[in-house]
Nanobody, 126 residues
Framework: QVQLVESGGGLVQAGDSLRLSCVAS????????MGWFRQAPGKEREFVAA????????YFLDSVKGRFTIPRDNAKNTVSLRMNSLKTEDTAVYYC???????????????????WGQGTQVTVSS
């Protein structure tokens, strides 16, 4: 049974930093590309960042480029989302996702991912 478990969410102030973690089990983690998505109240889920299985490729939502990074540790089955200079518009539930498909320009699409975590809330106050 595949499980993705996110942690690290919370309430922070604008300008602060936060690190989300996602621990995977039940799959061969090193074979999966990993992504982070978020969903704000009343909005559709949107792509935030992705990293290829080897860590050699990363992609980011334009609005988070330069502020977020997505490191992964294949030895610990973990992918993180390091968020700096947080803004109120970053407030959302953040989801970790895993894809065993071929790396492609579909990494931005939620349907490309096979497994999802339950989400962790990030709230950024002004």
């Amino acid at each position: 049974q595949v499980q993705l478990v996110e942690s690290g969410g919370g309430l922070v102030q604008a300008g602060d930093s936060l690190r989300l973690s996602c621990v995977a089990s039940g799959l061969t983690f090193r074979n999966y590309h990993m992504g982070w998505f978020r969903q704000a109240p009343g909005k559709e889920r949107e792509f935030v960042a992705a990293i290829s299985s080897t860590g050699g490729n990363t992609y980011f939502l334009d609005s988070v480029k330069g502020r977020f990074t997505i490191p992964r540790d294949n030895a610990k089955n973990t992918v993180s989302l390091r968020m700096n200079s947080l803004k109120t518009e970053d407030t959302a539930v953040y989801y970790c996702a895993a894809s065993g498909r071929t790396w492609s320009d579909r990494i931005f699409r939620s349907g490309w991912y096979d497994y999802w975590g339950q989400g962790t809330q990030v709230t950024v106050s002004s």
